[in-house]
């Protein structure tokens, strides 16, 4: 069955690694320096079937349709941006089969911004190799954030389900359930609660 899942990333290039990825739905600019939300729709039932998705950019020229990339849009990059002199930028994705990397292969290890909301029945997502939260931003003063999870390429055949709730105040951890930053929502401190379970 689809599903989605809001990421964020770079108009410029954002390399990810998803499992059961069907498409990207949208991609839709929310910085001045071409930071993008990336919806992505994946197949819930495909989940070990992981795939390359690159997004990248062709300057301010579209690509030929037989390029075999799959454009997402033009995006404004602001002349203050150190990779360019500014203006709109044709940007796309290709997609492919993901095959591990061989194990001690350098750069290794990955990050994907996961953005959304826990809300009544939490955030779920799926990561490949999940090795660890980097941190958690709270974005503005709803309760919309932005999870950096980092992963590991050589175990892309190791899918992760996370779900990521609102807590209590209780700093100890329950079995199979990571603690994460303290976060203020609805006028309360508290903290929020990432549940792993390996596939």
């Known amino acids: 069955m ?20 069907v498409r990207i739905d949208e991609m839709r600019q929310v910085g001045e320096y071409g930071e993008v939300d990336i919806y992505v729709i ?12 690159l997004i990248t950019n062709n300057g301010r020229a579209p690509l030929p349709s037989r390029s075999g990339a799959q454009p997402l849009g033009k995006f404004f990059i602001t002349s203050d941006a150190f990779y360019s002199d500014g203006g709109w930028i044709f940007s796309y994705y290709y997609s492919s089969v993901a095959e591990p990397l061989a194990p001690g292969s350098p750069n290794a290890l990955k990050t994907m911004v996961v953005y959304g909301t826990p809300g009544g029945m939490g955030m779920q997502f799926y990561v490949p190799g999940f090795v660890r939260v980097d941190k958690m931003r709270q974005v503005g003063a709803g309760d919309q ?7 590991d390429r050589t175990k892309l055949t190791e899918i992760h389900r996370m779900k990521l709730n609102w807590g209590d105040q209780n700093p100890n951890v329950q079995p199979g359930k990571l603690k994460l930053d303290i976060v203020y ?15």
């Open 42 to 53: 994946y197949d819930d039932t495909k989940l070990h079937e992981v795939h390359n998705v």
């Open 185 to 199: 929502r609805q006028g309360l401190w508290s903290y929020a609660e990432l549940e792993d379970t390996v596939l």
């Open 2 to 21: 689809e599903q989605s899942v809001t990421l964020r990333g770079h108009a410029w290039v954002t390399e990810l690694a998803i499992p059961g990825f």
């Open 145 to 151: 954030f932005e999870l950096y999870v980092v992963y």
